[in-house]
């Protein structure tokens, strides 16, 4: 595992979360004391004092904004206002990373009997972890490039 999967893993258990059912925002948020908002603009961070909100786009699926704002809120400092684009547009990078494993654990995902077919894989991660079927698909592409040679490493050990 490299160091953003460990970072998450260790967030989680200090969390006492083991299971993709206890992945919600609202579970989450309650446990590091974060405020949820929810409307209609795009979703966003912020910390005002030590209250730290979240204010969630309803239309979007709820996981994955979460998840995004919460790397901003774990991984970043300062107001994107009054920062130069191309270091925006690097902790956008940053954040959508953190995005796919916090939404999707590779401790959590690698637990799971995946059908060898891809789609159906998809549509596995899809359904446990709440998230969209694109969102599953980067997440399954990401876990294949950097797990493949340990799962491979794995089958032939058997």
Not at 7 to 25: A, D
Not at 125 to 148: G, K, M
Request: aromatic share 10%; net charge negative.
């Amino acid at each position: 595992m490299n160091y953003l999967e460990d970072s998450i893993r260790n967030l989680y258990s200090r969390l006492n979360i083991v299971t993709p059912t206890e992945l919600t925002v609202e579970n989450i948020a309650d446990q590091l004391n974060i405020e949820i908002m929810y409307w209609d603009e795009p979703s966003q961070a912020f910390s005002n004092d030590d209250v730290i909100f979240i204010f969630l786009n309803r239309s979007l699926v709820q996981s994955e904004e979460f998840c995004h704002e919460l790397g901003h809120v774990l991984l970043h400092a300062g107001d994107q206002m009054y920062m130069d684009p191309l270091f925006v547009e690097y902790q956008e990078i940053k954040a959508n990373n953190f995005a796919l494993h916090a939404a999707v654990p590779t401790t959590m995902l690698m637990e799971l009997n995946l059908p060898s077919n891809y789609f159906e894989a998809v549509s596995v991660i899809q359904d446990t972890f709440s998230v969209s079927p694109e969102f599953a698909c980067r997440r399954l592409n990401h876990f294949i490039n950097n797990h493949l040679h340990t799962l491979t490493n794995a089958q032939k050990a058997v």
